[in-house]
C-alpha cells in the first residue's frame, strides 16, 4: 500500500479534534465545533480545517458517540420484535429490579414498545433440542405486521439461542426476504450469554442503532469519497480496535463506548512506547472522567458493562469506569452540610462562572482558576473571562460561608472532593478487582486531567504520572492509530472434564479463521494479524464467571484447569477443591496490527536549549492551604530530557499540567512528562 | 490529627461505603448459590465495636438487612469470649438480631493496633438450612425447630482457621451440602477484602481521625433526617396492613400502625395489631423495627445510612403482638412477606401526611416459591427457588414501575435460561400480567404472570407470598392493584390454594405445573382524572382491555383513538353516580 497520512478523528461534546500523521513524521492538529445535528459535518469542516488532502490518506478513523448518545436521549430506530410464545415481555420486565436500592418512585421504558413486541410459536430446551419447531407461517405473519406497524429494523430473539440457533437462523432468513433495508438481528450473532434479558438488551441496542449508524456513516462517507478519498472509514468500536464502517453496521453495538475506548487506546500504544508495564488511564474531560486500567500493555476488555438502569451491554468493551465528574461539575452542599461535587454540569452553555456567559454556579474549572491553576485568558473559546477575584468572590458566597471558608479555601476544599470521587473510580477499577495501585502509572489525558493528576496520584499512593504531548488530543491519536478487532466467542457451557483436547483446538481454530477472514473485509492495510485467547470459566455451580487468558490455541483440559486454579485464588483469595469446573465458552480476539504511530512526532520541537529558555512567567498557585509562587513553561519548548521540581505549571495549547510542590519531573523524547510522585 | 474538617469527613464517608462495596461485591462473584450469585440477597456493612451501631453498609446489599445487623452484631458481642484476630463468628437465631434461619450471618471483628476497632459482618441467605421444607419457606410451621438449623454466636472460624467439627455439624443438617463450602468461603472471603480496604483507610487518616468521623457522619445523618421530618405536619397519622393468613389459620392478621410526629422525631406504636399467630408469618422485633427502618428510608433516601439516620425513629416494642415473636414462634414469612406488610402500614400512614412525597403500596411480596426434587436424568436433588416481583405504586410524578423488586429486596430473578439448565423444569410463561394495575391518574406498574412446569421426576414445592386476599392499597383516591393468584395443576386437576398465597408440601410428578400471579401496585390519585392520552397508550400497548378504560378509567375509544366526547360524558356520569 502506498504511504500516506493517518488521520484520527474525536467527537467530544463541545469540539471535534483531529490529527493527522503524515507519512514524513509531521503532525497536524485541528479543532473545529462539534455539530451535533449532523456531526458528519463537524468532520468534513475539521478536515478542510486541518488542510488535509484526502487523496493522500492512507485511512481515517472515527471514534463517535453517536450510539451512545442515541440510546440515552432515545433517538433509535423504530424496532420489531419477533420471540418465543410466551416471552414477549421478557425485554419490559427486566430482571426485576428497581433504579436506586432506596426510593420507589421510577420508571423504565424498553427500547421497543409492547405493541412491536410480538410471538410465534418455536421452543427450545436448555440442552438445545427442540421441543416446539418454529412456525414458519407465524414468523410470516408477523413480519408483515410488523412492517404495516412501520418498523425499520428487527429483532428475532428466541429462549436458548445460545446453545442452538437453528430457529433464530430460520426466522432470519425468512425475514432477509421481506425486510429491504436488511435491518436485522439474531440475538444469538450479538452475545452468546445464557440470560434472555441480557442477550435480548444487547440484541435490542444493536437494531436501535443499527440504521442511525448506517446514515451517519453513510453520509460520511460519501462526503469523503466526494471529496476524493477512496478507501474505507474506520470506525472505532467499544472493544478498543477499529473496523470498516462496512462491516461495522451489522454489529452497531460495538460502537457503543467507541468515544472512551479510543482514549484508552491511545493510552496503551503511548504506554508501550515508553516501556510501562501497568498503567491507569484517567481521561478528564468538560463532563465526565473515564478511568480504565492497562496491563503488559494491553487494555482490559469487559463484557459487563450498563449503559444505564436496566441496559446492560454485554459485548466486549474496553473496561472503562466513569462518572460525572469533569471541569464544568458543579459544586454544591448538601442537605447534611457537607460539600458535593457533580455530577450534574454546567455543560458548554452557561459553563463554568469563568466562561463569563452567564454561569453563576461554581465548577472544578472555577475552583482551578481561583488556585491559580488556569489562567483566565487562555481558556479555549472564551473571549471576556471575569477576574480570579470575582470568580473566588462568588464560590465564597455561594458554598464558602455555609462551609466556614473563603474563597480560596471553598475553591481547595472542590478540589479535594472532585479528586476524591474520582479517586474513588480509580480505586472500583484496581482496588476492587485486586490491583496494588502502587504498582502502576497514571496516565493522566483529557482536557482537564493533568490540573488533577499529581494530585490524584497522591491520593492513591500511585508512584507516577505521566501526561502524554498532546493530553487534549489524545482520543483523536487513539483513533488514528487503533488497530483493527474482531472479536469471536463461542459457548460451549459444559464441565472442562467432558472435552477433550482435540475439540477445544477445533473452536480456536475455527475462530481463527472467521477472524481472517473478517479483517481481509476490512480493507485495510496491516502488518500483521495476531490473535489473542481466553476461556470464560466457572466452578460448577457458579453462575458468574472468571475470563482466563490462555497463551496459544494450545490449551488443553489440563492446562485450563491450572490457570484456572491460580486465577481463582488471586481473585477471591480462596481455593475450592473437589468441585467440578465448566468452561462456560471460548474466545479469539483477531486483531490485525497496524503500522507503530510515529508518536514523537507529536512531542514538539524542544525548541529551548535549556530549562529557563521554556519559561515564559511566574505566578502565585495554591497548593496545600497555602500560596506558593510557581514557574510557568512553555510545554512545546520544554527541552529533551529537561528536569525540573514542582511547583510549576506547565501550559499548552490543550492543557495545563499542575506539578505538586516536592516532585520532580522529566521530559523524555517522546515529549511526555513523567512526573516522579512523592509519597 | 483532631480537628476534622468537611472535606476530609467527605472523604472517610465515601472510603467507609467503599469498604463496603468492595464486600457486596466479592461476595457475589465468589458465591456459588444463585439466591447470591443471581439474585443478590445478601448485604455487608461495618459495626461499632462496643454496641454492634451501624458505620456503613454497602450499597448493593438488601435493604432489610440495615436494621437487623446492628442486632445480630450486637447478639454477637454480648456472647463473644476471647476475641482473636481471625475469628469469624456465624449465627442465624432469629431471636438474637435476625430474620428468618436461611438468612445466615458472619460476624468477624476488625483489630487496629491491637484493640478492636469494628466489626465487619455479612449476611447471606442460605438456599437451604434444614427444617420441613426444602428451601426453608415453610407456609405451616408452628415452631422454630420444624424451620431449620438454629445456630447461635459460635466461631467458625478460629484465628483464620475453619472449624470443622462446627462446619460439620452444619452441614449435617442442610440439603444438597456439597456446594455450600464455596458458598461458606465466599462469604469469608468478602469479610477479609473488607478488612484489607478499612485497613488502608485507617492507615491512611489515622485511627483517631476515622473515629472522630464515624461519630461526626453519626451526628449529620440524624440532623439531615430529622429536617426531613421536619417536613411532615406535627400530627397523629394510621395505616394499616394485612397479611392473609398464617398459613395454619385461614384468618387476616392485621397491622395497625400509629404514627405520631412531633419536632423532628417520629413515633411508632402498633397497638390494635394481631396477637402472636401459630404459623411462621410471626416477625421477630429486630425485623419489625428494620421494616419501619427502611420504609422511612424509602421516603427519604436522600439521607445516608449509619446508626444516626434511625436516631429520630422512636418504636415501641410491640409485645403481645405477632410483630414481637418471641421463642418458639415461627418466623420464615417474617424477612420477607411480614416486612413489607409493615412497610405499607407506615407508607399507608404517611400518605396521608405527605402525600407528594409518597407513591401508592407496591406489590410488596417477594413471592418466594421452592421446588425441592430429584433430576432423575442427571441423578442429583436440587432445591430451586423462584421469586417474583410486581407493580410498584403510582406517585404524583409517575405510573408505577413494572415487576419491581420486594419493597425490602434489591433482588434480581434468576433468568429463565439459567432455572432451566440446572433443573428439570420448563418455563411455558413469563409475561406482564394485563390489567394488574391499581388504578389512578398514576396508575400502578403491572405484575408478572409465569406458569413452570416439572419436565422430569418429582418434586415437592412450597411457597410462602402475600396480598392474596386484598391489592396493595391506592393512595390519594387511587385503587388497589389485582391480588396475588396461584394455580397449582397436578395430575390433570387444577386448585387454588386454601390460604391462597401460601402451601406446602405439593407433590409435583412430570408433566404438573404452578402458574402464579402476583400483584400490581396501586393507583395514586382520581382514575377519572388519568391523561386519555397516556390510556390510548397502554390499550395499544395492550396494558388493559378497551372495556377496562370504560369502566375503570372512565374513557371510551373510537377506533383505536380517544373519543373526546364520548369520554367527557362517561366521567361526569359516572361520577355523579358512583
Keep these: ?679 | 490529627m483532631s480537628e476534622l474538617d468537611p472535606v476530609t469527613l467527605a472523604v472517610i464517608e465515601s472510603g467507609l461505603i467503599q469498604v463496603c462495596n468492595e464486600m457486596d461485591l466479592a461476595f457475589v462473584r465468589a458465591a456459588f448459590s444463585p439466591v447470591i450469585s443471581e439474585t443478590l440477597d445478601r448485604s455487608d456493612g461495618i459495626y461499632a465495636a462496643g454496641d454492634g451501631a451501624l458505620i456503613a453498609q454497602g450499597e448493593l446489599g438488601l435493604p432489610i438487612f440495615v436494621g437487623t445487623m446492628q442486632d445480630s452484631t450486637a447478639a454477637v458481642i454480648a456472647r463473644a469470649k476471647e476475641i482473636r484476630e481471625g475469628d469469624i463468628f456465624i449465627v442465624n437465631d432469629p431471636y438474637m438480631g435476625g430474620t428468618h434461619l436461611m438468612d445466615v450471618r458472619f460476624v468477624m471483628p476488625y483489630f487496629h493496633g491491637g484493640k478492636l476497632f469494628a466489626w465487619l459482618a455479612n449476611t447471606g441467605h442460605w438456599p437451604d438450612i434444614g427444617g420441613m421444607v426444602p428451601g426453608g419457606f415453610s407456609a405451616n410451621a408452628t415452631e422454630v425447630e420444624q424451620e431449620g438449623l438454629r445456630l447461635p454466636p459460635v466461631k467458625l472460624f478460629k484465628a483464620g482457621v475453619l472449624d470443622e467439627e462446627i462446619l460439620a455439624i452444619i452441614l449435617s443438617n442442610i440439603r444438597i451440602a456439597g456446594q455450600r463450602i464455596g458458598d461458606i468461603q465466599a462469604q469469608a472471603a468478602a469479610l477479609h477484602v473488607g478488612a484489607r480496604r478499612l485497613g488502608a483507610l485507617i492507615g491512611r487518616y489515622g485511627a483517631a481521625t476515622v473515629e472522630a468521623a464515624i461519630a461526626e457522619l453519626r451526628r449529620r445523618a440524624a440532623r439531615q433526617m430529622r429536617a426531613c421530618i421536619t417536613t411532615i405536619p406535627d400530627g397523629i397519622y394510621r395505616g394499616r396492613a394485612i397479611v392473609d393468613s398464617d398459613g395454619v389459620v385461614n384468618e387476616p392478621l392485621v397491622i395497625e400502625m400509629t404514627i405520631t410526629k412531633r419536632d423532628g422525631d417520629l413515633y411508632f406504636d402498633m397497638a390494635g395489631t394481631s396477637p402472636p399467630c401459630q404459623g411462621p408469618m410471626n416477625s421477630v422485633i429486630a425485623t419489625t423495627r428494620s421494616s419501619i427502618y427502611l420504609a422511612i428510608k424509602h421516603v427519604f433516601p436522600e439521607v445516608p445510612i449509619n446508626a444516626g439516620t434511625f436516631e429520630p425513629l422512636h418504636i415501641k416494642d410491640p409485645v403481645g403482638t405477632f410483630l414481637y415473636a418471641e421463642y418458639p414462634r415461627p418466623v420464615s414469612g417474617c424477612a420477607a412477606e411480614v416486612s413489607q406488610r409493615i412497610a405499607e402500614a407506615v407508607f399507608d400512614a404517611l400518605a396521608l401526611a405527605i402525600p407528594e412525597r409518597l407513591f401508592a403500596a407496591p406489590a410488596g411480596t417477594s413471592g418466594n416459591l421452592a421446588l425441592g426434587g430429584h433430576d432423575p436424568k442427571r441423578n442429583r436433588s436440587y432445591v430451586m427457588y423462584v421469586i417474583s416481583g410486581g407493580g410498584y405504586g403510582g406517585s404524583m410524578s409517575l405510573d408505577g414501575l413494572s415487576n419491581g423488586c420486594s419493597t425490602i429486596g434489591i433482588s434480581k430473578t434468576t433468568p429463565i435460561e439459567v432455572f432451566e439448565q440446572r433443573y428439570p423444569v420448563l418455563f411455558e410463561e413469563y409475561a406482564l400480567r394485563e390489567g394488574s394495575c391499581g388504578t389512578g391518574r398514576q396508575r400502578g406498574g403491572f405484575g408478572v404472570r409465569y406458569r413452570l412446569r416439572l419436565r422430569e421426576g418429582s418434586a415437592r414445592a412450597s411457597m410462602v407470598m402475600d396480598h392474596g386476599r386484598v391489592g396493595p392499597n391506592g393512595a390519594a383516591g387511587g385503587a388497589t392493584g389485582a391480588v396475588t393468584t396461584i394455580q397449582i395443576e397436578q395430575r390433570g386437576e387444577v386448585y387454588r390454594p386454601a390460604h391462597l398465597s401460601k402451601d406446602q408440601g405439593i407433590e409435583l410428578e412430570a408433566g404438573d405445573a404452578i402458574t402464579v400471579e402476583t400483584p400490581g401496585g396501586g393507583g395514586f390519585g382520581d382514575p377519572f382524572a388519568r391523561d386519555p392520552a397516556l390510556i390510548e397508550q397502554d390499550i395499544r400497548r395492550g396494558y388493559y382491555t378497551p372495556a377496562d378504560a370504560a369502566e375503570r378509567f372512565g374513557v371510551v375509544l373510537a377506533e383505536d383513538r380517544v373519543d373526546v366526547v364520548g369520554s367527557a360524558l362517561l366521567r361526569r356520569n359516572g361520577r355523579a353516580t358512583g
Design chain 1, 1 to 679: 500500500m502506498t504511504e500516506g497520512s493517518i488521520i484520527g478523528v474525536d467527537i467530544g461534546g463541545t469540539f471535534t479534534d483531529l490529527v493527522v500523521l503524515d507519512a514524513s513524521g509531521a503532525l497536524r492538529i485541528a479543532k473545529v465545533p462539534t455539530t451535533p445535528e449532523n456531526r458528519a459535518e463537524g468532520v468534513l469542516s475539521a478536515l478542510e480545517a486541518g488542510g488535509v488532502a484526502l487523496g493522500e490518506v492512507a485511512s481515517i478513523s472515527h471514534g463517535t458517540t453517536a450510539t451512545t448518545n442515541a440510546i440515552i436521549e432515545r433517538k433509535i430506530a423504530r424496532v420489531g420484535l419477533i420471540t418465543t410464545q410466551g416471552f414477549r415481555d421478557v425485554l419490559e420486565l427486566g430482571r426485576r429490579t428497581r433504579p436506586k436500592p432506596y426510593g420507589l418512585i421510577g420508571s423504565f421504558e424498553p427500547l421497543i414498545p409492547r405493541e412491536l413486541r410480538l410471538e410465534v410459536p418455536e421452543r427450545m430446551a436448555a440442552d438445545g433440542s427442540v421441543i416446539t419447531p418454529l412456525d414458519e407461517s407465524a414468523v410470516r405473519a408477523a413480519i408483515d405486521r410488523l412492517r404495516a406497524l412501520g418498523c425499520e429494523a428487527l429483532v428475532i430473539h428466541f429462549l436458548h439461542s445460545y446453545r442452538n440457533p437453528m430457529h433464530e437462523r430460520r426466522a432470519a432468513e425468512i425475514a432477509a426476504a421481506m425486510w429491504p433495508e436488511g435491518y436485522i438481528t439474531a440475538g444469538h450473532e450479538i452475545s452468546s450469554e445464557f440470560r434472555e434479558y441480557e442477550r435480548g438488551v444487547a440484541a435490542s441496542v444493536n437494531a436501535a442503532v443499527q440504521p442511525i449508524l448506517d446514515r451517519y456513516v453513510g453520509r460520511l462517507q460519501s462526503g469523503l469519497e466526494a471529496r476524493g478519498f477512496a478507501r474505507d472509514l474506520l470506525i472505532m468500536q467499544g472493544n478498543g480496535g477499529s473496523i470498516a464502517a462496512r462491516q461495522v453496521v451489522r454489529h452497531a453495538i460495538n460502537t457503543v463506548m467507541s468515544g472512551p475506548a479510543s482514549g484508552v487506546m491511545a493510552a496503551a500504544a503511548i504506554a508501550r512506547a515508553t516501556g510501562l508495564e501497568r498503567i491507569i488511564t484517567y481521561d478528564m474531560g468538560g463532563t465526565s472522567t473515564d478511568v480504565g486500567l492497562v496491563e503488559g500493555g494491553v487494555p482490559a476488555v469487559s463484557t459487563e458493562l450498563e449503559l444505564e438502569y436496566a441496559m446492560p451491554v454485554h459485548v466486549p468493551m474496553v473496561d472503562v469506569h466513569s462518572i460525572g465528574a469533569g471541569g464544568g461539575s458543579i459544586a454544591w452542599i448538601d442537605r447534611a452540610g457537607l460539600l458535593r461535587v457533580g455530577p450534574e454540569s454546567a455543560g458548554a452553555m452557561p459553563g463554568p462562572i469563568a466562561y463569563g456567559k452567564g454561569g453563576t454556579r461554581p465548577t472544578i474549572t472555577d475552583a482551578n482558576l481561583v488556585l491559580g491553576r488556569l489562567d483566565p485568558a487562555r481558556l479555549l473559546a472564551v473571549k471576556a473571562p471575569p477576574s480570579r477575584e470575582a470568580i473566588a468572590e462568588r464560590l465564597e458566597a455561594a458554598l464558602g460561608r455555609t462551609l466556614g471558608l473563603d474563597g480560596d479555601a471553598t475553591a481547595s476544599a472542590i478540589i479535594r472532593i472532585a479528586n476524591d470521587r474520582m479517586a474513588g473510580a480509580i480505586r472500583m477499577i484496581s482496588l476492587a478487582r485486586g490491583h496494588d495501585p502502587r504498582d502502576f502509572t497514571l496516565l493522566a489525558f483529557g482536557g482537564a486531567g493533568p490540573l488533577h493528576a499529581v494530585a490524584l496520584a497522591r491520593e492513591l499512593s500511585i508512584p507516577r504520572v505521566l501526561i502524554p504531548a498532546r493530553p487534549g488530543l489524545t482520543n483523536a491519536l487513539g483513533c488514528a492509530i487503533a488497530d483493527l478487532r474482531h472479536d469471536f466467542v463461542t459457548t460451549l457451557n459444559a464441565p472442562l472434564a467432558s472435552l477433550d483436547d482435540t475439540r477445544l483446538r477445533a473452536v480456536l481454530t475455527e475462530q481463527i479463521t472467521a477472524g481472517r477472514a473478517a479483517i481481509a473485509r476490512d480493507n485495510v492495510a496491516v502488518e500483521s494479524v495476531e490473535f489473542r485467547f481466553a476461556a470464560d470459566m466457572q466452578f460448577d455451580g457458579q453462575t458468574h464467571i472468571l475470563t482466563v487468558a490462555l497463551p496459544s490455541t494450545e490449551a488443553g483440559v489440563d492446562s485450563l484447569h491450572a490457570a484456572f486454579a491460580i486465577a481463582y485464588r488471586e481473585r477471591f483469595a480462596v481455593e475450592l477443591q473437589g468441585i467440578g469446573v465448566n468452561l462456560v465458552a471460548l474466545k479469539t480476539a483477531a486483531i490485525g496490527r497496524r503500522a507503530a504511530p510515529p508518536l514523537h512526532a507529536l512531542a514538539g520541537d524542544g525548541s529551548a536549549s535549556t530549562l529557563d529558555g521554556a519559561l515564559v512567567a511566574t505566578r502565585p498557585v495554591w497548593f496545600d492551604g497555602g500560596w506558593r509562587e510557581a514557574p510557568i513553561y512553555e510545554r512545546t519548548k520544554l527541552p529533551v530530557n529537561a528536569v525540573f521540581e514542582g511547583p510549576a505549571l506547565v501550559l499548552q495549547f490543550d492543557a495545563t499540567s499542575v506539578i505538586e510542590p516536592g516532585n520532580r519531573v522529566r521530559r523524555d523524547t517522546l515529549g511526555n512528562l513523567i512526573v516522579e510522585v512523592a509519597p
